[in-house]
């Protein structure tokens, strides 16, 4: 079908909720690249909004699925399923969780651990220890709760009233967050790097101080891990660079590298606060969904693909140091391996980024000012120079 014909479909039958979007369709895509219905090439910085972490058509993954769909879809989680089983051991040898469960998306993980943090206080008999603390700009989903907690009013305000008793502090600031916590605080949750909000990193120093108020205070800390986890920003989860571990964690997007799953992942003595019939799902962490999920997860650890990131994020930080030189308009360049925010001293982010698609580099934006980089976690030093030099290319005309 020609690209008109599809976006006039699009237009006419799917609900509006994406606005008019970049004008292409993707075909089929090979490690960094995607090709569009016409047979151009494009470099993809962005993987499916951090989810594609072994790149396009991967065979570890390809294999996976295509030999699970022809064994066994679907059975449903009235009966054992091994594979899922494996995944949730694997998840659990590799971080500081004890125990998981299978979602089918990140705000749905976060709604996992949402009920989990009521529900554990719930049973050592404080019923009245509901409430959470999260971060302004963080990103948590798009579920009522999960909005509720997510801390940007653009997101929220259309669908008041949202779940009660989620508040609000800037990240990085101690005192805010001790004077947000009260005796009613079951939860602080936040993101150890922000991603949709901006790229924003949590400090070394405020997340010990984080945790350090959790402990005194005896509530539990969740971190989101759906974007900064599984091996993002240089390290297998976002939690490592700090020396601090959550009670619970979230995992979703790059987890089976664009099959649908999330995973709420929590230590022995939370985890047990669920008994069963108080948690569960339909498809959730289903035979092919974690199928997918093995082959992609083994593959991050095995093929060490957090050192790469690390490495290839370092490489193009250092990098960007010269260019931030050359172009005032970039005010700062920050983030943790792959995941990279780039803000300009004025809103042009949009236009950097179309001006990119022009050259067929496909990278995102948030707000006006800040464009993101998210590519596969196997990029090379190479696609980021020529990253580098579109991108300087691109800055000579914007001003
Ligand atoms: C994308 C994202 C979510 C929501 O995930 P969905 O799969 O879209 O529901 C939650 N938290 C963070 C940090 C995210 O980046």
Avoid: W
């Amino acid at each position: 079908m020609e690209l008109d014909e599809i976006i006039q479909k699009d237009k006419k039958y799917y609900m509006n909720t994406f606005g008019n979007r970049i004008p292409v369709c993707f075909t089929h895509g090979k490690g960094i690249y995607l090709y569009d219905n016409d047979g151009n090439e494009y470099r993809d910085f962005f993987a499916g909004i951090a989810v594609c972490a072994l790149g396009h058509s991967h065979p570890a993954l390809v294999n996976a699925i295509c030999d699970q769909a022809k064994k066994l879809i679907h059975c449903s989680n009235l009966y054992y399923i091994e594979q899922q089983a494996r995944l949730a051991e694997l998840i659990v040898e590799n971080s500081c969780a004890d125990r998981v469960f299978f979602a089918n998306s990140g705000a749905e993980a976060n709604e996992g651990a949402i009920k989990l943090a009521r529900l554990y206080f719930r049973k050592k008999g404080m019923p009245d220890k509901y409430e959470i603390v999260t971060l302004y700009n963080s990103f948590h989903g798009r579920t009522l709760a999960t909005l509720a907690a997510t801390g940007q009013e653009k997101y929220q305000k259309p669908f008041a009233p949202l779940t009660p008793k989620f508040s609000h502090v800037p990240i990085n600031d101690v005192q805010a967050l001790e004077k947000a916590i009260n005796e009613n605080t079951c939860a602080v949750m936040l993101e150890p790097v922000q991603g949709e909000g901006g790229v924003h990193p949590a400090t070394a120093e405020y997340m010990n101080a984080v945790r350090k108020i959790c402990d005194e205070k005896g509530i539990l800390l969740i971190f989101d891990e759906v974007q900064c986890g599984l091996g993002r920003t240089g390290k297998l989860f976002a939690y490592q660079h700090y020396g601090v571990e959550p009670d619970i964690f979230t995992l979703a997007k790059a987890l089976a590298g664009g099959f649908p799953i999330g995973a709420l992942c929590a230590k022995e003595h939370v985890a047990s606060a669920f008994e069963p019939g108080e948690h569960g799902s339909t498809f959730g962490g289903n035979p092919l969904a974690c199928s997918a999920g093995l082959a992609v997860l083994s593959t991050i650890i095995n093929e060490k693909l957090s050192d790469n990131a690390a490495e290839v994020g370092n490489y193009f930080f250092e990098k960007m140091d010269s260019l931030k030189n050359k172009f005032p308009i970039i005010s700062e360049v920050r983030g943790k391996g792959l995941m990279i925010g780039i803000e300009f001293a004025k809103p042009v982010a949009k236009q950097v980024n179309m001006k990119l698609f022009e050259r067929r580099y496909l990278l995102g934006t948030s707000g006006e000012n800040v464009l993101r980089i998210l590519p596969p976690l196997i990029v090379t030093k190479e696609d980021m120079d020529g990253l580098i030099n579109v991108l300087a290319e691109v800055l000579q005309d914007i001003n």
